[in-house]
């Protein structure tokens, strides 16, 4: 019996567990934090990313990064979630996030061979990260709603770096008055921003400061007849998910024609039964018609005498947009459009922008919507400034929703680290080795800033120590000078939500993989089956 060997997995499965199964695991995330280390900060290099079908996409935005990456290593996956999640959270602070997770990891590893258990680990690292948040609180800035100044330096430290640099100006100034158009204040007092409620629109041509902010809805497309008007005033909007065409029987049905006049009854039917589907349109008053399906070409030419603007082939999204605009109720039928149903607009027009028509739906009755036309010489710089614009946006709601802020520049990460060594000193047990390690790790953002600045990163943390230990908890890295300086000065500042979600993320991300021990791949049926590695192999590396 002994002789025989059991086997309790498919045949061609692999297994790694131990030791073995943490270093692949540790190795492959490190390298995902090592592939977007280089563009932290704002002298960090931009990263081009060209796909299957040969769209290229260059930016320096972790998030956008990791996306297009093809990973598959499982261990590489999780530092790719922790960068989705602080987008998804906060919208900047990506790189860092991920960059971070890396350095948590690379740092149990010292432990792990010292004899440290994974569970000791986890531990000290969930004490550090508790401590974070709690010492963050001390180096806090308050910003109210009104404080518009501060508001734009948020903005443009998250533009800083993102290709838009010459006109951050502009642009911060754009991304707090969208911002501040759709804030809704609660009841209790609480604000709440919905980043829905602002559409950006972008397109090549012109230059960036040609970017402007419109108080109501662009849609990217023109009406559907050359003869229709072009202008609309006093818009009464009907907002149609249904189209405005025949339909179509749902049983397949044949019609025989005996005789050449059938042919012109049939006809005569078909444009009796449109025109009556027109009629119903015309009959609600409205005089600017959104439909999110077809419009037949013969209602094309009804609508048209008729006086009235019509759009078809609209987006889902743009058609929620516009509802909440002008107050217009999305239709799903016809025969039941009450007068309460229409929307109202004071202005829909359309206008040539760069040789393409767009459609402008403005002077909106109680609109908080707001939409913003991004231009640029090209489409990789729009589609950059549109990255950074949107990193903007979220940044400036979340200060307004949390009302808090720090300072940037490495400056928090320093005065982490050294309160952190601080409480380590007053715990028993191995969880104090963690918790040192923990604070070693925050030292790796001011370093990369240093780093990718051309800046020596040992002498560069040793300033920024001794000017804390001394009190300055608002001393920072300015990278254009490559002195310690105070950040709030220079008007480097974020929201406090991007430190302590970068934080919480990184270090549940580090522990959970640390806490794996076995990795069981299934085999593959065929290259790419089930289990999703090509015939049952656990890749080495992470692409």
Do not use: W
Request: glycine share 8%.
């Amino acid at each position: 019996m002994s002789a025989q060997p059991i086997f309790i997995l498919r045949e061609g499965s692999k297994r790694t567990h131990g030791s073995d199964a943490q270093h692949n695991n540790i190795m492959a995330a490190k390298a995902v934090a090592e592939a977007v280390r280089t563009t932290l900060g704002p002298k960090g290099m931009d990263k081009m990313l060209v796909d299957s079908l040969g769209d290229v996409v260059i930016t320096n935005d972790g998030a956008a990064i990791l996306k297009e990456m093809d990973i598959e290593h499982p261990g590489a996956k999780m530092i790719v979630e922790v960068a989705k999640t602080q987008d998804a959270e906060v919208g900047d602070g990506t790189t860092t996030a991920a960059v971070l997770a890396g350095e948590l990891l690379k740092k149990a590893e010292d432990l792990l061979e010292s004899g440290v258990h994974p569970t000791v680990i986890s531990s000290g690292y969930r004490l550090a990260a508790s401590k974070s948040v709690d010492i963050l609180d001390t180096v806090t800035i308050s910003v109210s709603p009104e404080d518009t100044e501060t508001l734009e330096k948020i903005a443009g430290t998250a533009i800083t770096g993102k290709g838009a640099e010459s006109h951050k100006t502009h642009l911060s100034k754009l991304s707090v008055r969208a911002i501040k158009s759709v804030v809704e204040i609660k009841e209790d007092g609480k604000i709440t921003v919905d980043i829905e409620d602002v559409k950006t629109e972008k397109r090549p041509g012109g230059s960036i400061k040609d970017s402007e902010i419109v108080e109501g809805v662009i849609v990217d497309k023109e009406r559907v007849h050359p003869a229709m008007p072009e202008v609309v005033k006093d818009a009464k909007v009907l907002l149609l998910s249904v189209p405005i065409e025949l339909k179509k029987t749902e049983t397949k049905a044949e019609i025989k024609i005996t005789s050449p006049d059938q042919i012109q009854l049939f006809l005569d039917q078909e444009e009796a039964m449109l025109r009556e589907i027109v009629e119903k349109v015309i009959k609600t008053g409205a005089n600017v018609v959104f439909c999110q399906k077809g419009i037949d070409d013969l209602a094309q030419y009804y609508l048209t005498k008729a006086g009235i603007f019509a759009m078809r082939r609209v987006k889902k999204s743009d058609m929620d947009k516009l509802s909440r605009a002008t107050g217009g109720r999305i239709i799903t039928s016809l025969d039941e459009i009450e007068e309460s149903d229409i929307g109202y607009a004071g202005l829909v027009e359309e206008k040539d922008v760069t040789g393409s028509r767009m459609t402008f739906v403005t002077a909106c009755k109680d609109s908080k919507t707001t939409s913003i036309l991004l231009r640029g010489g090209t489409e990789h710089v729009v589609d950059g400034l549109e990255r950074a614009l949107e990193d903007a946006l979220r940044v400036v709601g979340v200060a307004l929703e949390d009302q808090k802020i720090v300072v940037g520049g490495g400056s928090p990460e320093v005065e982490l680290s050294l309160r952190l060594k601080e409480y380590a000193a007053t715990l028993k047990g191995r969880e104090q080795l963690a918790v040192v390690k923990f604070a070693e790790s925050l030292e790796v953002i001011p370093q990369t800033l240093a780093e990718n600045a051309g800046l020596d990163p040992i002498d560069t943390l040793v300033e920024m120590r001794s000017q804390h230990e001394k009190g300055n908890k608002m001393a920072g890295l300015n990278v254009y000078t490559g002195k310690i300086e105070d950040m709030f000065e220079n008007d480097v500042v974020e929201p406090l939500r991007i430190k302590t979600q970068a934080i919480n993320a990184a270090t549940e991300a580090a522990i959970m993989i640390l806490r794996i021990d076995d990795v069981i791949a299934s085999a593959g049926v065929a290259k790419g089956g089930p289990g999703g590695m090509p015939d049952g192999e656990m890749p080495e590396d992470m692409m």
